[in-house]
């Protein structure tokens, strides 16, 4: 089993919905919780950081942890066109010295 | 003004050739890391460096020599490219060792072994 599975889509939706992407995890371990947004020929950005079970917002987006079903969501309210991109969960430890593991990524169209 | 930066953006190379990439990093970050990603998005670490010395090495083939001069500096040398290597290699720091602040990424090197 991996350790982060992500849907890859792609998932296309109409401009102003709401977007739902997720991940879910396998090691009850991990504490930190990040999505990153991907677009097109770049590197990935940090879009959302959070370390505790509940919902934590940003503008229109919204990050949700469920530790408990080991699940991680993020929300996206009236979606813009210049969300299309790829969105990667990564989750992370800290028993020293860690790494990052990524989801494979959720391609993201916006279509006006 | 760019945060962390690669050298070449784009490299195009035969199999068997020797080639490198540079990384360099101005956020006074201490630990910088290589990334691959392939062509269906998946990043898969390769390694991690804190201030100069090696922390992470996963299952790389022995081909992929990191070096880094200084902690602001990571680079990667490839020997013997192979189809296989062809990915976006991507080289990322954070403050720390741990992942508690998440990653500033470069752009990626892209690269193609014909």
């Known amino acids: 089993q991996k350790e982060v599975e992500q849907d890859p889509g792609p998932l296309s939706v109409p401009e102003g919905a709401i977007v739902s992407l997720n991940c879910t995890y396998s090691n009850s371990a991990f504490q930190y919780f990040m999505w990153y947004r991907q677009y097109s020929r770049k590197g990935p950005e940090l879009l959302m950081y959070?370390?505790?079970?509940g919902n934590k917002e940003d503008g229109r987006f919204t990050a949700q942890v469920d530790k408990s079903s080991k699940y991680i969501s993020l929300f996206i309210r009236d979606s813009q066109p210049s969300d299309s991109a790829t969105y990667l969960c990564a989750i992370g430890a800290n028993f020293g010295n860690e790494k990052l593991t990524f989801g494979t990524g959720t391609r993201l169209t916006i279509i006006p | 003004d760019t945060a962390v930066s690669q050298t070449p953006k784009y490299l195009v190379t035969q199999m068997g050739n020797d080639k490198s990439i540079k990384c360099e990093q101005n956020?006074?970050?201490?630990?910088m890391y290589w990334y691959k990603q392939d062509s269906k998005k998946f990043l898969k670490i390769m390694f991690s460096?804190?201030?100069?010395?090696?922390?992470i090495n996963e299952t790389v083939p022995n081909r992929f020599s990191p070096k880094s001069p200084d902690k602001a500096h990571l680079n990667l040398h490839i020997n013997s490219l192979e189809l296989g290597d062809s990915a976006v290699y991507f080289c990322?720091?954070?403050?720390?060792?741990?992942?508690?602040?998440?990653?500033?990424f470069g752009s990626g090197t892209r690269l193609t072994v014909v």
């Open positions: 956020l006074g970050h201490d630990t």
């Open positions: 959070t370390y505790s079970s």
């Open positions: 460096y804190n201030n100069k010395e090696l922390i």
């Open positions: 990322a720091s954070s403050q720390g060792s741990n992942t508690i602040y998440g990653y500033t």
